[in-house]
């Protein structure tokens, strides 16, 4: 089993910044493909950014690409998601998610944290 637990949504204006974070216990955090995903209302759960096991690749989805940038300290068992140039349409409940391959497929993902709501205002 492991346990994930995501902290650092918010409310924040346009154009402003959020680190999310992903804390880890339970089993080996470093063996396992890390990803956030986000589910705005209304609509389907959908990727956003992923990371292997030992944080050398990484991959994002087009509408965050070269905004959002993904990363992990597994010393610290912990991920993080670096969210600049925020759009209101990036509000959204976003959640991490642990697997043990590469992918960006969310019913891939074996375990998932509660979720972090971050509203972005216009």
């Known amino acids: 089993q492991v346990q994930l637990v995501e902290s650092g949504g918010g409310l924040v204006q346009a154009g402003g910044s959020l680190r999310l974070s992903c804390a880890a216990s339970?089993?080996?955090?470093?063996?396992?493909?890390m990803g956030w995903f986000r589910q705005a209302p209304g609509k389907e759960r959908e990727f956003v950014a992923r990371?292997?096991?030992?944080?050398?690749?990484?991959n994002y989805a087009d509408s965050v690409k070269g905004r959002f940038t993904i990363s992990r300290d597994n010393a610290k068992n912990t991920m993080y998601l670096q969210m600049n140039s925020l759009k209101p349409e990036d509000t959204a409940v976003y959640s991490c998610?642990?697997?043990?391959?590469?992918?960006?497929?969310?019913?891939?993902?074996?375990?998932w944290g509660q979720g972090t709501q971050v509203t972005v205002s216009s």
């Open positions: 998610a642990a697997a043990t391959i590469a992918t960006s497929d969310p019913y891939q993902y074996d375990y």
């Open positions: 339970g089993r080996t955090f470093s063996s396992y493909n």
């Open positions: 990371i292997s096991w030992s944080g050398g690749i990484t």
